[in-house]
T-cell receptor, first 110, second 113 residues
């Protein structure tokens, strides 16, 4: 089946350091979405990327979609304790469904 | 506020005893999804409804069934829960196809004793 690999699985950073998580697919994607799940919470939509090479920013968060539409990244600049959680990419292969990546759990050391 | 509501938030059932989880939405979205999420894992899609059309994932066990009596409500029935079915069950909605963001409910945590 269609799979989306996400790395790293865990990331521990000092508060103020940067953080990046990567998603890769062997198949071209229609679009990719990013979700954040706080501990004990449910996934919350962050952003959607549709165009090849697209870059979007939300304050300290930068999202990129690869030129071949097979990979994506989320970069957080100067992490804060409120950034704690698991970040999932979710790939759409051209149908009604999303395939979630394995997630990257971010913990912040104050 | 428009939202996705799941009841109950916590459910304890006995091994083999049928259980039903419910989801309702005030967003008037066409698509409703049921996901299973186990600890430290990604949400796993069980099935979804596009309006009244039911779409089952190939690897969803027959033990799991779903009903969508109207646009607002969707139910997940587990006919004979096993210990391996203990998980968080997340309901989500989407305005139309997956080109639109999904709105998740708070989830129901199922414990099987």
């Amino acid at each position: 089946g269609q799979q989306v690999m996400q790395i790293p699985q865990y990331q521990h950073v000092q508060e103020g350091e940067d953080f990046t998580t990567y998603c890769n697919s062997s198949t071209t994607l229609s679009n990719i979405q990013w979700y954040k799940q706080r501990p004990g919470g449910h996934p919350v939509f962050l952003i959607q990327l549709v165009k090849s090479g697209e870059v979007k920013k939300q304050k300290r968060l930068t999202f990129q979609f690869g030129e071949a539409k097979k990979n994506s990244s989320l970069h957080i600049t100067a992490t804060q304790t409120t950034d704690v959680g698991t970040y999932f990419c979710a790939a759409n292969f051209g149908n009604e469904k999303l395939t979630f990546g394995t997630g990257t759990r971010l913990t912040i050391i104050p | 506020d428009a939202m996705v509501i799941q009841n109950p938030r916590y459910q304890v059932t006995q091994f083999g005893k049928p259980v039903t989880l419910s989801c309702s939405q005030t967003l008037n979205h066409n698509v409703m999804y049921w996901y299973q999420q186990k600890s430290s894992q990604a949400p796993k899609l069980l099935f979804h409804y596009y309006d009244k059309d039911f779409n089952n994932e190939a690897d969803t066990p027959d033990n799991f069934q779903s009903r969508r009596p109207n646009t607002s409500f969707c139910f997940l029935d587990i006919r004979s829960p096993g210990l391996g079915d203990a998980a968080m069950y997340l309901c989500a909605t989407s305005r139309d196809a997956a080109a639109y963001e999904q709105y998740f409910g708070p989830g129901t945590r199922l414990t099987v004793t």
